[in-house]
């Protein structure tokens, strides 16, 4: 359970009612979250920039609840941003030795959200380069190293969000997620990882996968998922893609839980992604308590087109675009597995790519219909728990469908919400997790259907901390 002692690892709710009661102040929570950071994050490596301006935030927000006038639902809440999104003031490097270190003038939407509603941005977070992959390595930055056991990866391509959420540095992160990379860093680190349907959350400038990418939020609790999209999910006109504007707290209906649902367990998205003993285990537990909490649960195959295909595609466009966009003089300092994609997926003809956003579209026509039938669908997050943080990555395209994002890619195409929350620890105690998917748009029942596991499914919400 999260403490009731220590700032650093109590969760947005707690500590905003703490401030409300003046039981603690915002330069209290920060102080601590920052103590934590000096202390476990040479080990971890979460953060690409620090922000130099979190001190006077934290003080201006501790004299707006001094006087009673907090400015927003986040006020004081320590948060964190990816650094895939500007922050004004700060650079976005994409963790890549490729990119322009000079300041952003200007917040992405998200951003803005997160400071419009009072919340202490602390820094950047890691990610792979470009977002391209699920190793949490980049070539800016090294590795980031998963706190349950560095040794282990935190996955990606949010994997400085993934750490810092598992280990306690502030309550809220920002995620971006194009193929699982928000879902697959929380079940590898042990927290929640909500991607909203496409759109939810607004984007500017969009990135290489603007076509399936989506921002959202990385907690340590479903409830604090729901209470940061409060704050994100606001429309803004740069994106001529967003949502309509739609200002509600998620958190609305979220504890009447499953009790009438019919709740789809999908095995097969248009091909049988692998899942081990353990993450067979997990979903089974998952799917006995959603039974127990009275909705009735079978397993359903939505009868895809094979997904693989599709998403194939558009990496490899995207790559291929990125590659050709960034100057020759700088094209030997990506990835090599970046730039290997691209070569081997991105050479296809218009046509071709016509025909994987044809597929696209009937994939998530065909998903529609199966949530005539469905309210939400169970699955697995990830084929294995943590994999080691400094294996190479070797044949990327393989491992996409193999080892990395199996579970994960297929919502991205459908552009429905998703979000993975833990579903315990396995026998070497590493985290493990469930993934809730719904309908296109109906991000309160994704949010309902996680929070009714979760109610069930404890789990130290951080890992032990490692001996001095």
């Known amino acids: 359970m999260m403490t009731e002692t220590d700032p650093a690892q109590m969760s947005a709710e707690t500590l905003l009612a703490l401030y409300a009661r003046r039981a603690l102040s915002p330069l209290e929570a920060l102080r601590a979250v920052t103590e934590r950071i000096a202390r476990l994050n040479p080990g971890i490596n979460a953060f690409a920039v620090m922000n130099p301006n979190a001190l006077r935030q934290a003080g201006e927000s501790a004299a707006r609840w001094a006087a009673g006038r907090p400015i927003g639902p986040l006020d004081g809440v320590p948060c964190t941003v990816k650094d ?54 980049c070539p800016l930055h090294g590795i980031t190293r998963n706190p349950w056991d560095p040794r282990r990866t935190t996955g990606g391509s949010s994997s400085g969000a993934g750490a810092a959420a598992a280990a306690g540095f502030g309550a809220l992160h920002i995620g971006t997620d194009a193929g699982g990379s928000i879902r697959i860093p929380a079940a590898y680190c042990g927290v929640v990882g909500l991607k909203p349907s496409y759109g939810r959350v607004p984007q500017w400038p969009h990135g290489a996968f603007s076509a399936v990418a989506v921002a959202g939020p990385m907690t340590r609790s479903v409830r604090d998922a729901a209470l940061m999209l409060s704050a994100l999910a606001r429309a803004d006109v740069r994106d001529p893609l967003c949502l309509p504007d739609d200002p509600r707290d998620w958190r609305a209906g979220i504890e009447e839980g499953v009790r009438g649902m019919r709740i789809a367990l999908v095995r097969r998205w248009g091909f049988d992604p692998p899942l081990d003993a353990e993450g067979e285990s997990a979903l089974q537990r998952a799917a006995e308590i959603l039974r127990a909490e009275g909705a009735s649960v079978e397993e359903a195959d939505p009868e895809l087109p094979d997904t ?10 995207a790559l291929s675009r990125l590659v050709a966009t960034t100057p020759e003089d700088r094209r030997d300092a990506l990835d090599d597995g970046l730039a290997e994609v691209a070569r081997r997926e991105g050479g296809m003809s218009a046509v071709d790519f016509l025909g994987a956003e044809a597929m696209r579209v009937e994939a998530a026509h065909r998903m529609g219909l199966f949530h005539q039938r469905y309210d939400l669908v169970l699955t697995a997050s990830t084929p294995t728990a943590a994999f080691a943080a400094d294996q190479p990555t070797l044949r990327p395209t393989e491992a996409l469908w193999r080892d990395w994002a199996p579970w994960t890619f297929a919502q991205n195409l459908t552009r429905q919400p998703a979000i993975t929350l833990p579903a315990g620890l396995d026998e070497e105690g590493m985290p493990r997790g469930v993934q809730i998917v719904a309908a296109q748009g109906r991000d309160d029942l994704c949010l309902r259907g996680a929070r009714a596991l979760e109610r069930v499914l ?5 890992p032990r901390e490692p001996p001095a």
Do not use: C, N
Request: hydrophobic content about 35%; overall charge positive.
């Open 84 to 137: 895939l999104l500007h922050m004004q003031g700060l650079p976005t490097r994409r963790g890549s030795r490729t990119t322009d270190p000079a300041p952003q003038s200007e917040d992405a939407p998200a951003v803005i959200g997160l400071k419009s509603a009072g919340a202490v941005i602390i820094g950047k977070t890691t990610t792979t380069e470009f977002g391209w992959k699920t190793p949490g390595d």
């Open 308 to 317: 693989r295909h599709i998403f194939g595609r558009v990496w490899g466009v």
């Open 458 to 462: 404890a789990m130290p919400d951080t």
